[in-house]
T-cell receptor, first 109, second 117 residues
Framework: GIQVEQSPPDLILQEGANSTLRCNFS?????LQWFHQNPWGQLINLFY???GTKQNGRLSATTVATERYSLLYISSSQTTDSGVYFC???????????FGAGTRLFVKA | DARVTQTPRHKVTEMGQEVTMRCQPI?????VFWYRQTMMQGLELLAY????????DSGMPKDRFSAEMPDATLATLKIQPSEPRDSAVYFC???????????????FGPGTRLTVT
């Protein structure tokens, strides 16, 4: 089955710093989503981005489907950005969402 | 403010007992997903429904787990009998399909934290 790899696994930032999180997938996909799981466990939908670039405030995401990767950019990080960021894909020809292992982010004040 | 709701939020039960978790999807969403999250396995898809019909439940242990959607506003996940290894957070998500695409954008509920002793 499709493999989804996220990097880095852990990231510590000083408040105000920028960062890039990466998601690689091993096969073609119909869909890719980015989620943020906050420290209270809630999974928040950040982007639905099977291809192209989207921006929402300080966050933006780019998916290059032909090269099988997606990037999540966080600019001017804040302590409230802490948590785990997951990428999830739906493989082409199937409909079984596969989550990556996540990137755990801690933003220091 | 449309959101997925789940009940109960926390459940502690003894091994062998039946557990029922409930989910109310966002109004108008026709697809419902059940996930389980553990430290060891991460987030795993257990089952999903479209228009109340089960499309895939291959991720679910069939002997003890069952998922149903008795109507468009309620999905249930049952474990009978429960075992300590079922301890996890169970998430429900409902899906909407953006125009022109075949896949679904998923929105998650707050989860049910299950502890089986």
């Amino acid at each position: 089955g499709i493999q989804v790899e996220q990097s880095p696994p852990d990231l510590i930032l000083q408040e105000g710093a920028n960062s890039t999180l990466r998601c690689n997938f091993s096969d073609s996909v119909n869909n890719l989503q980015w989620f943020h799981q906050n420290p209270w466990g809630q999974l928040i939908n950040l982007f639905y981005i099977p291809s192209g670039t989207k921006q929402n405030g300080r966050l933006s995401a780019t998916t290059v489907a032909t090269e099988r990767y997606s990037l999540l950019y966080i600019s001017s990080s804040q302590t409230t950005d802490s948590g785990v960021y997951f990428c999830a894909v739906d493989p082409t020809g199937g409909f079984k969402t596969i989550f990556g292992a996540g990137t755990r982010l801690f933003v220091k004040a | 403010d449309a959101r997925v709701t789940q009940t109960p939020r926390h459940k502690v039960t003894e091994m062998g007992q039946e557990v029922t978790m409930r989910c109310q999807p966002i109004l108008g969403h026709n697809t419902v997903f059940w996930y389980r999250q553990t430290m060891m396995q991460g987030l795993e898809l257990l089952a999903y429904f479209r228009n109340r019909a089960p499309l895939d439940d291959s991720g679910m242990p069939k002997d003890r787990f069952s998922a149903e959607m008795p109507d468009a506003t309620l999905a249930t996940l049952k474990i009978q009998p429960s075992e300590p290894r079922d301890s996890a957070v169970y998430f429900c998500a409902s899906g909407s399909r953006p125009s022109g695409v075949s896949s679904y954008e998923q929105y998650f509920g707050p989860g049910t934290r299950l502890t089986v002793t």
